[in-house]
């Protein structure tokens, strides 16, 4: 799969019966190469025979769910790969939001982004603690009625922020506990600052040992991700927290 952008399109302005200068056309060409992410699951025959229905099930859906987030972790780090800390100009950071990180930082990103992205679709996407410290602020600044404060406060729901919508993720963990998704950041990205590639869907084989005695199922899909506007996205980092 590959991501190509075409720029450098010049019009000009010229007297009737002038020369329209020649313009020079540049493209930026990104090559998206697949990882496999997978995995496998058993359990004894005798075990699921007890019960293989719920069993089984539950190990599957499991499986599946852990896919889900492991992509979507996969392409965070590609964020954070893409806007790796202070210096990049992408790259924002204080402790607390509304304070350390004033709304009107938020507001100048949220600006900034949807004028560099081409499509649209700005978001603004983090863990409940980001996403909630965006609601707060916004209800301690009294932009509101108090009734529609009253609502936030009640309901935890602010749904959308200067017209963008707030996206709040999953904690998702892995098997020792350890979230996906830092707690303590969030991104305001524009659609068009990545692509995905996903070639296919859930490829899956199940069955049991031949000369043995336990169900095996095993599960892969394949994915690649590249961040090739990372101007059309901030990472924000509140230091008053840990990840």
């Given amino acids: 799969i590959t991501v ?17 200068d020649e313009t020079v056309m540049s493209e930026d060409v990104y090559e998206l190469r697949p990882d496999y992410v997978g995995f496998h699951v058993s359990q004894s025959e005798a075990e699921m025979r007890r019960s293989f229905g719920p069993n089984s099930q539950l190990l599957v859906q499991s499986a599946v769910k852990q896919i889900d987030a492991a992509i979507s972790h996969r392409l965070f780090r590609t964020f954070q790969v893409a806007i790796p800390g202070p210096g990049h100009d992408s790259f ?55 009734a529609r404060n009253d609502e936030i406060a009640r309901t935890g729901l602010l749904g959308s922020y200067r017209g963008v919508p707030l996206i709040q993720l999953k904690n998702s963990r892995d098997r020792n506990k350890r979230s996906y998704f830092p707690k303590n950041e969030l991104l305001i990205v524009a659609r068009d600052a990545s692509k995905v590639g996903l070639w296919g869907g859930l490829q899956t084989k199940e069955g049991t040992e031949q000369f043995g005695w336990r169900w095996h199922y095993i599960g892969r899909r394949s994915a690649g991700f590249v961040v090739h506007r990372p101007e059309a996205a901030r990472r924000i980092v509140d230091t008053s927290a840990t990840p």
């Fill in 4 to 20: 190509s952008e075409v720029y450098g399109t010049e019009v000009f302005w010229v007297a009737y019966g002038g020369q329209v």
């Fill in 92 to 146: 924002i950071q204080g402790a607390g939001i509304g304070s350390g990180i004033p709304m009107s930082v938020i507001d100048a990103a949220v600006d900034e982004v949807d004028d560099e992205s081409i499509e649209g679709g700005t978001a603004i996407v983090g863990r409940r603690r980001m996403v909630a410290a965006i609601m707060d602020a916004v209800r301690d600044s009294n932009e509101f009625t108090p």
